[in-house]
């Protein structure tokens, strides 16, 4: 296609007049009241581009080192392709990390009446369209938790949104330009819910041209928001997690996005993100991780990848920016593909018994049938350890060895709350039919 030879320059700022507001596809509020228009451009790298270029736009101040302060701090560290919600009862951070072409999009809401917090954050890896279901589901998750609690209930929604750089696929582009075209979308459609309206407003905007560092590559790689105060900062490639703080089921949640089942099983659901906690009012203070049972598959190319000594080999065949990954992300690539073959089934094995039911899904990972839940949970402090924990799954080695520190332990299959945890996290939140 083509296209003009000088640049539509946007309008960074429009009051609202005349007490109407003309919501185009690409508007949004910013902290102050007025809104951003964003261009009308359909090509997403020009877009991404153009928008990126704002130089106005609210930064977050960057983390200080070390970080986190404390080994006693909650962390909720959510993973590639992931999204967590959380209470300040439920963590003192919520975060995520190592973001090169990914984006990390993070949303606080405040009910202005009962001034309940809840804090949601995302790990976005592909510009597929059905990220806008999951986004519009976080969305959801808001308005649900504030009009459980009061009918009436309104709510400031603060979105963040760091991560990306102007890569020479145009990965980081297309996943930028749909974030922000349904951040626009989303803040007119919670403008026109009336009795009374919610607020979604663009706090945090770190991302394509303002966010290439000195080498090129992109300078924020995550986001750290703490519930309780709202203080939200970005996180750079020198903040690396502590491994005790960086939750359960590491191995096994990165697993998912190397397995071939999701791919050839589920195509519909390949690209869906997998909410892995939830506000829970039965708990209290207490903080459960979901794992949703998946196919553990592999198959030659796995061995071949975990075979190649040379890092940047590896990065060449497993990154989307190899030449900006973080020292550790090969060993955490040979961590990943060790306990899908440890664990997993070769898919040659599969095919050759014409049938993936009952074949071996993951080497009793989960269950015998492979659909069990795994959940871990923490109460409201860390000091819990897993010889604190009775019930737990003993005939399960992998969930005892995944549970690592800061308090997690996991939660027996043959529980009630086991039971009552799979009911909360089978139904998920209800369709934004509403958005």
Not at 162 to 177: E, H, R, T, V, W
Not at 218 to 245: F, K, M, N, W, Y
Not at 357 to 376: E, L, P
Request: hydrophobic share 35%; charged share 25%; aromatic share 8%.
């Amino acid at each position: 296609s083509s296209h003009p030879t000088t640049v539509p320059q946007p309008v960074p700022r429009s009051s609202e007049r005349d007490g109407a507001v003309h919501w185009a596809a690409t508007s949004i509020y910013l902290p102050d009241g007025s809104f951003l228009h964003l261009p009308e451009e359909e090509d997403d790298v020009r877009f991404y581009d153009l928008v990126s270029s704002l130089r106005d736009l609210p930064h977050a101040p960057l983390a200080p080192f070390p970080f986190p302060a404390s080994p006693d701090v909650r962390v909720l560290n959510i993973l590639q392709g992931e999204i967590g919600h959380c209470t300040p009862d439920q963590a003192d951070e919520i975060l995520s990390t190592d973001a090169t072409t990914c984006h990390v999009l993070a949303i606080r809401s405040v009910s202005q009446r009962k001034r309940r917090v809840l804090c949601s954050l995302c790990h976005v890896e592909s510009g597929d369209a059905d990220l806008v279901l999951d986004l519009d589901a976080m969305i959801e998750e808001h308005v649900c938790y504030h009009r459980d609690a009061d009918a009436d209930s309104d709510a400031f929604l603060q979105l963040h949104l760091a991560g990306g750089y102007p890569d020479a696929a145009g990965i980081s582009a297309g996943i930028g330009s749909l974030l922000l075209r349904w951040a626009a979308r989303a803040a007119s459609d919670l403008r026109r819910r009336q009795c009374p309206p919610f607020r979604l407003s663009l706090d945090t905007f770190f991302v394509g041209r303002s966010n290439v560092g000195q080498d090129n590559g992109p300078l924020v790689r995550g986001i750290s928001l703490r519930p309780a105060e709202g203080t939200l900062r970005s996180l750079t490639s020198r903040h690396v997690l502590p491994r005790d703080q960086r939750g359960p089921a590491l191995a096994l949640r990165a697993a998912r996005t190397f397995s071939l089942y999701d791919r050839e099983r589920e195509m519909s659901s390949s690209h869906r993100m997998r909410t892995v906690h939830r506000p829970n009012p039965t708990w209290g203070g207490g903080s459960v991780l979901a794992v949703k049972p998946y196919g553990l598959y592999y198959d030659g190319l796995h061995k071949g990848l975990l075979g190649i000594q040379e890092d940047d080999v590896l990065l060449r065949y497993t990154s989307t920016s190899p030449e900006m990954e973080g020292e550790d992300f090969a060993e955490q690539v040979r961590d990943t593909l060790r306990f899908l073959i440890e664990h997993g089934t070769n898919v040659d094995t599969v095919i050759s018994q014409q049938s993936r039911r009952g074949s071996g899904r993951g080497n009793r990972v989960f269950g015998k049938d492979g659909t069990q839940w795994i959940f871990y949970k923490r109460d409201c402090t860390v000091t819990q350890t897993l010889n604190d924990h009775e019930g737990s799954n003993t005939d399960n080695n992998v969930l005892q060895h995944e549970a690592g520190n800061n308090g997690w332990v996991p939660v027996a299959w043959n529980s009630e709350e086991y039971q009552m945890l799979v009911a909360r996290y089978a139904d998920g939140i209800p369709n934004a039919s509403t958005l």
